[in-house]
């Protein structure tokens, strides 16, 4: 048989396929039929060279009611009238198809309609019946009652039992399992309302010797009149798709759960948690003590130990399957020895992950019988083992290794795949919270160097500290606390906080917390103090900046107060600092407010303003960091009020206990603390009158004799005759300096209380200088002869004038 396309002439006699059966022609963009094969002859009576480039039109028999295919569509179906060569009329089914839908539309067009035939080779009945029984999708019919009434070839092998025994049964009664019961539960709804129902299992039936995911198709047979008669269940086997599923899901878990904190042993329990009970029934994680500086699977010996040859690794966490992990020999944070032939030593040694069936560690000897490890693999089955070392940028860390208890399928190589990803996960966090850690450590170690290991105990005040450190999580910050001793009693309380966490901040800490020391030690006002310590902060960091650092320059707050036990005046500046508490003996709490806080240290250009407070003998100073009263949880407000009441509520404890009182009230417990906090406790007392003698020194040369004799009289009703000698040579160097170099008023003091102190004021600024007399020098050895006197001496300065000091110590 021969088609005809245009010239073309297409050989037909190999094609399997009858095409007198169809009858099809193509028609081009005009109308014009450009092929038409024997269908089309036997149909309308026209040889192909008869209707070949006629018009489509011809073959109408007249005006059509049919609807043409929209502007647009690519396929048509309706009926014609179609005319024959005898003239004869004929309805026909047409199909039409636009041949080139991307070339609409210019693309020619297929009609095709299906002329009668005679018997057919299949009859409908027999198709039904040989596709139920021989389809490869497990099928089950039930009739209203669920009971069972035929099932095909594939079901039959699903469940494992011929047909025969479970006819007539329900499929609870056929699976009894709780999946099966579920499974029922949804067929009696299919059949109550008449709508088809998908579901998704997980189950093992009874012809299978592992689980299976399930798809299951119910659909309600129906009758001419709509009245359910039964329940068509198919089933479809989707354990792959679902398997891909569940470890796609379970690394995307993981991605989200592992990693949570900066904490070592808090990662390994999210590596424990995440893979039990999706990837196995008990998870160990172990960590060298010591990582392995090592590239990935190079051989490695196994470390020397304690015990002949076996490994020793820390246990960081665990998990099971089983209530209280009692699988695991040893617990978190203990150490777990393994001998060489176990999964964790070969696993380190190899630096490869590996898969150890069950029938290969026994033929391995691990666990030994006779151990207790041994002991409890024999109670609770150790059917499939897989090893992974924790390895993260070239280190290995240690090693995490899955088991299968209750799991009768054996690993495969996807399961090692899908642990070895998860795995390295959480090795990248396990190896960045072990280089935080370290950091911190050392950052903690720097600090605690830097901080005061004690508080000196002046006879001006009685003082307390407390420091937390910031959570594991944010790194150590930069506060700082210091007690200075100074002349005249006076005792200088300092806290500060440099902006940033971590070894940087601490560096910084301690450099300005030893500025603060050498300015303190110069007798400085707070404000002038403050000042030269923001000079300080400039100049580190402009070298900050011409060093090349990224870390933003230097930033820090600082509080400098001073109080004087003989005035009971508390003198203080700030630079950008919360304001201190103030707890009079009443138990009455204020903040002082009308400090002017001033800008942080590194800012410049901004003077810092001096505020004086008279304060009764038994109040307590507060000076404390941000970290104290503002958290996540509450504002600087709030944590003011909570730091009032703590004060009020325990102002006559010790200062000792109502430091950690306080600690304790305003720092929560769990999680930690966001930023460091620090807190100085002081409570002032007050110098006894009969300790303290001033006197007026007129500015005349022969006052110097007249002082001499009043400090004389004065050491005598002290009791202090054994410093008379070395008192005068100080009153008589200071006072003569006084009155030929300084300007009146001239004021002398003596200050009685675990030392002796000899102080000169005078209203001039200059600084006296020590200096060594030469020989022939009159003068300049007075200064020379108070330093080897005393046991310390100095100058400070005030808005008006200076103060010369010297300090003895009273006889033993």
């Known amino acids: 048989m021969a088609q005809q396309r245009g010239d073309e002439t297409r050989r037909l006699d190999d094609d399997p396929f009858e095409e007198a059966a169809t009858a099809y022609a193509e028609v081009d963009p005009n109308g014009t039929v450009t092929a038409w094969n024997e269908g089309a002859r036997q149909l309308l009576g026209h040889t192909p060279d008869q209707a070949l480039g006629r018009p489509a039109t011809a073959f109408l028999a007249g005006p059509q009611s049919a609807s043409l295919p929209l502007p647009g569509s690519t396929r048509w179906h309706g009926t014609l009238t179609l005319r ?18 991307d070339k609409a539309p210019d693309s020619d067009w297929l009609l095709v309609c299906r002329l009668p035939q005679g018997e057919p080779a299949l009859r409908r009945e027999d198709v039904a019946t040989w596709e139920f029984t021989q389809s490869p999708c497990p099928t089950a019919i039930y009739d209203t009652r669920l009971r069972l009434i035929t099932l095909n070839d594939a079901m039959v092998d699903v469940i494992g039992l011929p047909e025969e025994e479970i006819r007539g049964l329900r499929l609870s009664e056929i699976g009894g399992k709780p999946a099966s019961i579920d499974l029922e539960r ?9 709508r ?83 990837l196995a029934d008990f998870v160990t994680v172990d960590l060298l003590d010591t990582p ?96 992974v070392p924790v390895q993260a940028r070239g ?89 200075i001793p100074l ?32 300015l303190a030690d110069v007798d400085l006002p707070p404000d002038d103090l403050l000042t030269h310590l923001d000079d300080l902060v400039i100049r580190l960091s402009q070298e900050e900046s011409d060093g090349g650092a990224l870390t933003g320059g230097v930033g820090a707050t600082c509080l400098y107060a001073v109080y004087d036990p003989v005035s009971r005046i508390c003198s203080m500046a700030s630079a950008g600092h919360p304001p201190p508490a103030l707890v009079l003996p009443d138990g009455t709490v204020s903040f002082i407010d009308d400090l002017a806080p001033g800008p942080p240290l590194g800012v410049g250009g901004l003077p810092f303003e001096l505020v004086e407070r008279k304060v009764p003998e038994g109040t307590l100073l507060a000076l404390y960091t941000d970290g104290l009263v503002e958290s996540r949880t509450r504002d600087i407000d709030e944590g003011r009020v909570l730091l009032a009441r703590a004060l009020g509520g325990a102002h006559d404890e010790s200062v000792d206990s109502l430091c950690r009182s306080v600690l304790r009230e305003l720092v929560p417990v769990a999680g930690g603390v966001r930023d460091d906090v620090a807190l100085l406790l002081a409570r002032t007392r007050a110098l006894d009158a009969s300790r303290v003698r001033d006197w ?78 030469r020989a022939y020098d009159e003068g300049g050895r007075g200064l020379l002869l108070v330093a080897q006197i005393a046991q310390r001496w100095g100058c400070r300065h005030h808005a008006i004038g200076k103060t010369i000091w010297a300090e003895q110590p009273l006889p033993g």
């Open 84 to 101: 024959h060569r005898d003239g004869g009329v004929l309805p026909v089914r047409i199909l039409a198809h636009m041949m080139d839908p």
């Open 186 to 194: 949804d067929m009696l709804e299919v059949v109550r309302t008449g």
């Open 196 to 278: 088809r129902e998908h579901i998704e299992t997980y189950m093992r039936t009874g012809g299978e010797f592992r689980d299976h995911a399930w798809s299951a198709h119910m659909t309600p047979l129906i009758d001419d009149v709509g009245t359910v008669r039964g329940v068509c269940l198919t089933a479809h086997d989707i354990t792959e798709r679902d398997l891909g599923r569940r470890r796609l899901s379970l690394v995307n878990e993981a991605s989200v759960r592992i990693g949570t904190t900066l904490d070592i042993t808090r990662t390994a329990e999210e590596l424990a948690d995440v893979c039990v009970p999706e």
């Open 292 to 387: 392995w500086d090592a590239p990935r699977g190079a051989l490695r010996p196994i470390p020397e130990p304690p015990e002949g040859g076996d490994l020793v690794l820390i246990r960081a966490a665990h998990n099971s399957v089983n209530e209280g992990c009692p699988e695991a020999v040893v617990e978190p944070g203990e150490a777990a020895v393994y001998e060489p032939s176990s999964p964790h030593a070969v696993c380190l040694a190899l630096g490869r992950a590996l898969i150890i069936s069950e029938s290969e560690s026994r033929a391995r000897g691990w666990p030994p019988e006779a151990t207790p490890r041994g002991r409890r693999a024999r109670k609770y089955g150790m059917r499939s083992i897989m090893a």
């Open 395 to 483: 280190t290995t860390l240690g090693v995490a290794v899955f088991y299968r208890l209750r799991q009768t399928e054996a690993y495969v190589p996807d399961d090692l795949l899908l642990a070895e990803e998860i795995t390295a996960r959480a090795a990248v966090c396990v190896d960045n919270a072990r280089r935080f850690t370290r950091e911190r450590e050392t950052a903690l170690a720097l600090q605690r160097s830097l901080l005061p290991g004690s508080l000196p105990r002046p006879a001006a005040m009685e003082a307390a500290s407390g420091y937390l450190p910031a959570a594991l999580h944010d790194g150590v910050g930069g506060d700082w606390f210091d007690v």
């Open 487 to 518: 002349s005249g009693l006076r005792v200088a309380l300092v806290v500060g906080d440099v902006v940033g966490h971590g070894i940087q901040a601490s560096a910084t800490m301690g450099r300005l917390r030893t500025a603060v020391g050498t």
């Open 696 to 773: 007026d020194i007129p500015a005349d040369p022969a006052a110097v004799a007249v002082a001499r004799s009043e400090v004389a009289d004065q050491l005598a009703r002290w009791g202090g005759e054994d410093l008379v000698f070395t008192t005068e040579l100080i009153v008589s160097e200071l006072v003569t300096n006084a009155v030929r170099h300084g300007s009146p008023p001239i004021r002398l003091r003596l200050i009685h209380n675990g030392t002796l102190i000899c102080e000169v004021s005078d209203a001039s600024n200059t600084s006296p200088h020590l200096r060594r007399a």
